[in-house]
């Protein structure tokens, strides 16, 4: 099956340990993307990736760091979370930008983080 | 900045009828536009686009109207069907790599 895997799907943290969300597509994606939902905000882009080694800031990229080493694998690592970085978390892929922009991305099911 | 805006949170609409769901943006420079559907617990679902050449594209019962001088886009949806309740976002993009999201409007149809 088609599919954007995020784990975990839930996790509470500490502020200040280090944290990894992974995110994985079996569709042989080259544009990925990772956004988050807070309420009165609708989804922000965190950074993108358009292919392997080469990704972006998005909207709101501070606290958050990114890697492509692969092109199925694209993690969203939290150097040293604090609690403004608690939301609803995203990953997404498209077969190319063109494609998200034709056909819209493919979402996984989301991570929700919280940060005490 | 919001550069997407869905100024409507919620909708209510009666089973069988249109279901109207509003977007506007602040940004000249957009020229592909989308518009998603959200259920609880799952990731958003694309559900149809439009491109600035056009101003009307349709899927079976959802159709998206592109105002291109007003800076507005809606989503109709007819007939709804209570299948449709779910959160829907519209989103943007122009000549960056970026996509930009409204804050989503909640639909509700009744039965």
């Known amino acids: 099956e088609a599919q954007v895997t995020q784990n975990p799907r839930y996790l509470i943290t500490v502020t200040g340990k280090k944290l990894t969300v992974t995110c994985s597509q079996n569709m042989n994606h080259e544009y990925m993307s990772w956004y988050r939902q807070d309420p009165g905000l609708g989804l922000r882009q965190i950074y993108y990736?358009?292919?392997?080694?080469?990704?972006d800031k998005g909207d709101v990229p501070e606290g958050y760091k990114v890697s492509r080493k692969e092109k199925r694998n694209f993690p969203l690592i939290l150097e040293s979370p604090s609690p403004n970085q608690t939301s609803l978390y995203f990953c997404?892929?498209?077969?190319?930008?063109?494609?998200?922009?034709?056909?819209?991305?493919?979402f996984g099911s989301g991570t929700r983080l919280t940060v005490v | 900045d919001q550069q997407v805006k869905q100024n409507s949170p919620s909708l209510s609409v009666q089973e069988g009828r249109i279901s109207i769901l509003n977007c506007d943006y602040t940004n000249s420079m957009f020229d592909y536009f989308l518009w998603y559907k959200k259920y609880p617990a799952e990731g958003p679902t694309f559900l149809i686009s439009i491109s600035s050449i056009k101003d009307k594209n349709e899927d079976g019962r959802f159709t998206v109207f592109l105002n291109k001088s007003a800076k507005h886009l809606s989503l109709h949806i007819v007939p709804s069907q209570p299948g449709d309740s779910a959160v829907y976002f519209c989103a943007a993009s122009g000549t960056g790599n970026q996509f930009y999201f409204g804050t989503g409007t909640s639909l509700t149809v009744i039965p």
């Open positions: 990736s358009m292919n392997v080694e080469v990704t």
């Open positions: 997404a892929s498209s077969l190319s930008l063109w494609g998200a922009l034709g056909y819209g991305y493919t």
